[in-house]
């Protein structure tokens, strides 16, 4: 056998290894532990009522009317497959226009005044999917949707704390509120 063949041979054992280990072993270990250890979110973490799929608590969607909490902003209407945010900057003047007008959209529905309106009600995240408000956001809505609901705003706000998470490991991120899992919580309130 001659250098060249000899080389060719090993190399073709080496791919023929890689692509068992690297092509199906790895990716076949790597889906089963998240199978095992995180089912839920390997699954898109569904929401599942009355055997129906209701949205995922990962990715933002819209909600219209008063009797809901309203979700931030998305560059792409709330469509995965559009997922982006705005690339537009501080000193564009349409984006400062947008802001200001939704600014006073929401403050005017919501009454509270401009300077209360927090930056999530009016600016997208970067994929423009996120199912995530601050709590600021969530209280300046309270209000309406217990008006809207025939609730009590303190119904609206034990729900509103009931739906909040606080900062992963006690520092990464910010404070949140998952506007899916809050208005399925407002719905069944009443």
């Not at 041979?9 to 076949?28: F, H, Q």
Request: aromatic share 6%; charged share 15%; no cysteine.
């Amino acid at each position: 056998m001659t250098d060249t063949l000899r080389q060719l041979v090993t190399g073709l054992r080496a791919l023929i290894v890689l692509t068992v280990l690297l092509g199906i072993a790895y990716p076949v270990a790597v889906w089963g532990v998240g199978q095992a250890a995180f089912r839920d979110n390997a699954a898109g973490s569904l929401i599942i009522r009355d055997g129906h799929v209701v949205g995922s608590s990962r990715i933002g969607q819209t909600f219209e009317g008063d009797a809901w909490f309203v979700s931030r902003p998305s560059a792409g209407d709330y469509d995965a497959m559009a997922s982006s945010g705005t690339n537009a900057g501080p000193s564009d003047p349409d984006l400062v226009d947008s802001i200001n007008s939704s600014r006073a959209d929401i403050a005017e529905r919501d009454g509270v005044a401009p300077a209360a309106v927090p930056p999530d009600a009016v600016t997208t995240s970067g994929s423009g999917l996120d199912p995530y408000i601050s709590p600021a956001y969530a209280a300046i809505q309270v209000d309406r949707v217990a008006t809207a609901r025939g609730l009590t705003p303190q119904q609206v706000t034990d729900l509103v704390a009931a739906s909040s998470r606080g900062r992963i490991l006690g520092f990464l991120g910010e404070p949140r509120v998952n506007v899916l899992t809050l208005n399925l919580a407002v719905a069944a309130a009443r």
